[in-house]
C-alpha cells in the first residue's frame, strides 16, 4: 500500500506563503534548494506529515499536491496512466530519490516518489 508522506504548497508568491504558515501556524522552514522550501509541521513522533512550498513551475502554477511514496516509481506511472491519470512530469532522478508528477481522473495533482 502507498502512504502520503508530504506535501507540497506551489505559488508564484513563495515568500509570502513561508510567512504566512510560518506566522500562523509556526512551522519551521528550511533554507531553499531550487526554489523549494523544505517544512516541518510538527514534532517528530506526533501524528502528522511534512511537506515542502515551492515556486510553482510552469506546469503547476499555484495549488496544492500530496507526495506518495511507492515502491516502484515506473510500475506506479503505468498504473495511474491505464486508471486515467494524465503524467505533468515523467520520472524525474534526484540525489536519493526518483520523482514524477501527475494529475488525477479529475484534475487532483499527485507527486509520486521512490526512495533509493
Known amino acids: 500500500m502507498a502512504r502520503v508522506i508530504g506535501f507540497e504548497l506551489n505559488s508564484q508568491e513563495p ?21 523549494y522550501w523544505k517544512v516541518v509541521t510538527g514534532e517528530e513522533g506526533k501524528a502528522g506529515i ?3 512550498i515551492a515556486k510553482g513551475p510552469h506546469d503547476y502554477p499555484f495549488g ?6 511507492v515502491d516502484s516509481i515506473d510500475e506506479a506511472i503505468s498504473l495511474a496512466k491505464a486508471n486515467g491519470a494524465m503524467i505533468v512530469r515523467d520520472k524525474m532522478e534526484f540525489e536519493d530519490f526518483y ?7 479529475v484534475g487532483l495533482g499527485i507527486g509520486l516518489v521512490q526512495k533509493k
Open 15 to 35: 515568500e509570502k506563503v513561508l510567512e504566512f504558515y510560518s506566522k500562523v501556524f509556526g512551522w519551521k522552514i528550511a533554507e531553499p534548494n531550487w526554489d
Open 50 to 52: 511534512d511537506g515542502g
Open 64 to 69: 496544492t499536491r500530496i507526495q506518495i511514496e
Open 99 to 105: 520523482l514524477a508528477y501527475l494529475v488525477d481522473p
